[in-house]
Structure formats: C-alpha cells, structure tokens
C-alpha cells in the first residue's frame, strides 16, 4: 500500500492517505507531550515502543473479540489502520486512584477503587480537555445516548480484557485512556493508541510506575520502563 499524503499531525502520531479510500498510515513520532502540551521533549525511540506495545494489544484485543482499526503493523514506526471519523470523547477507565481522580477528590493515590469507573472529557485543546457528563455530550451533540452507552460498555469489556492480560505479565493496570471513531457506516470502532502513553502501568510487586508519568513527573528513562512493558508483553527490544 502507498504512503499518500499527510492528512493530520498530532502530538504523538501523524496520520497519511494511502491509495485505499478506508485505510490510513499511522507513524508514531518521537515527541512526548503532556499537561496539555505545556510540557514537551523529544525522547529517541518512544514512537516505536508505542507502535510496538499499541500493535501488541490490539491484536490481543481483536482476539478476544474486541475490534479496533488497527489493521495491521507495518515497520518500527508504522501501521495501518481502518479509516473513522474520531468522537471527540477521551474515555477514561479507573481501577486504583491516581492522576485527576485522586487530586480532584482528594484521594490518596493507589487506593483501589470500590469499582471500576468510566469518565468522559471533551476533547479539545483549547479547553483543556475537561470532564463531562452524560448531558454535556448531548448538548454539545458529540454522541447518542446509544451510543454513549456503547462507550461505556466497550470501556468496561477492553478492562477486563486488558487488566487480565497485564496481570498476567506483574503489571496493574490502574487507568486508561480509550477513543473511538465512527466508520462510513456509522460503527462505532476502538481507535487511537492504547500505550504506555494512555495508559497508567504499575509494577504489581514494587509498584514501579511503567508509563507517561515517568516523563510528567520527572521520574527517570521513559524508554527504559517502556521497554519493561514492551518485553514483559513478549515483544521484541526495539
Ligand atoms: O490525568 P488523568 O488521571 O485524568 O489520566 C487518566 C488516564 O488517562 C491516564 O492513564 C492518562 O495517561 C490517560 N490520559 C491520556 N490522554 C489524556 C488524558 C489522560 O491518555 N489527554
């Protein structure tokens, strides 16, 4: 397939055309960002780690039945995915308290949640991705309540498939961040990344932090605990 022309760049992935009308290049960059953008570095090997391990999960996911756009990976950097318009929804799944949830009500990190929960934010930029609810979404006609629904009950399942899955390797899975887009017949379809970049990874014995916090709060090498996650998954050393 041809590597057509640069459709969109964002913070961590540029998206490219290819000769087939549904199917998109992704290329993970090197560009680490976070507290919307305020913060940002370029670490060397980071957009292959996240291809790798994002590559790695949505196999596993399509596995267990849980379709993505993911298509197939392509090279280090690269892979196909199935075109959707993305839903404007960040998704947020919780097991264990940390990041917005523990500061914003105040509650210690690492204390496991009585549930799991979902969360909904606006995405956009200029508003700094705020958390909204149920009536915030049909006001500003991002999604039906159909398919709200079916956003929260994906979330739920990709947890349970993921959390098992990470258990399996030492690892907690204590938040992620999911997105979704719209095919041309209006499915609704797992989308983005899901990486040490969306996703809080926590070492079950040591509770090592193995992800994007590293980097946010300056806590040592992102590539060495994204290749933790990477080799822990059975991927290869990149
Ligand atoms: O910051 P917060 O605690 O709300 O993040 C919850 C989860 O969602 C974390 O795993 C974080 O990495 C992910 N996230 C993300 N992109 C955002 C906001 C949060 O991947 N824009």
């Known amino acids: 397939m041809k590597k057509g022309q640069l459709l969109y760049e964002g913070k961590a992935k540029r998206l490219y055309a290819t000769d087939h009308e549904d199917i998109l290049?992704?290329?993970?960059?090197?560009?680490?960002?976070?507290?919307?953008?305020?913060k940002?570095?370029?670490?060397?090997?980071k957009g292959t780690y996240n291809n790798r391990i994002t590559s790695l999960l949505f196999?596993?996911?399509?596995?267990?039945?849980?379709p993505s756009h993911f298509v197939e990976q392509l090279s280090d950097r690269e892979q196909l995915v199935r075109k959707v318009d993305i839903i404007p929804i960040?998704?947020?799944?919780?097991?264990?308290?940390?990041?917005?949830?523990a500061k914003r009500l105040?509650?210690?990190?690492?204390?496991?949640l009585q549930r799991t929960i979902v969360e909904f934010y606006y995405k956009d930029d200029a508003l700094g991705d705020p958390l909204i609810t149920e009536e915030h979404i049909d006001i500003l006609n991002l999604a039906s309540?159909?398919?709200?629904?079916?956003?929260?009950?994906?979330?739920?399942?990709?947890?349970?498939?993921?959390?098992?899955f990470f258990n399996e390797i030492g690892v907690i899975l204590v938040d992620f961040k999911l997105e979704f887009g719209r095919d041309a017949e209006g499915n609704i379809l797992l989308a983005d990344e899901i990486s040490p970049d969306t996703c809080r990874l926590w070492d079950a014995e040591t509770k090592q932090k193995l992800d994007k916090d590293v980097f946010r709060r300056d806590l040592g090498s992102l590539?060495?605990?994204?290749?933790?996650?990477?080799?822990?998954?059975?991927?290869?050393?990149?």
Request: aromatic share 6%.
């Open 25 to 38: 290049f992704v290329e993970y960059k090197d560009s680490a960002t976070a507290f919307n953008g305020e």
């Open 40 to 45: 940002k570095a370029e670490i060397d090997g």
């Open 59 to 66: 196999e596993r996911l399509n596995e267990k039945g849980i």
């Open 90 to 101: 960040e998704v947020v799944t919780r097991n264990v308290a940390a990041g917005s949830l």
């Open 106 to 112: 105040g509650i210690e990190e690492g204390t496991e």
């Open 145 to 164: 309540e159909s398919e709200v629904n079916e956003l929260y009950a994906k979330a739920l399942l990709v947890n349970e498939v993921l959390s098992q």
């Open 223 to 238: 590539t060495e605990v994204y290749e933790i996650i990477l080799n822990r998954l059975g991927g290869k050393t990149v």
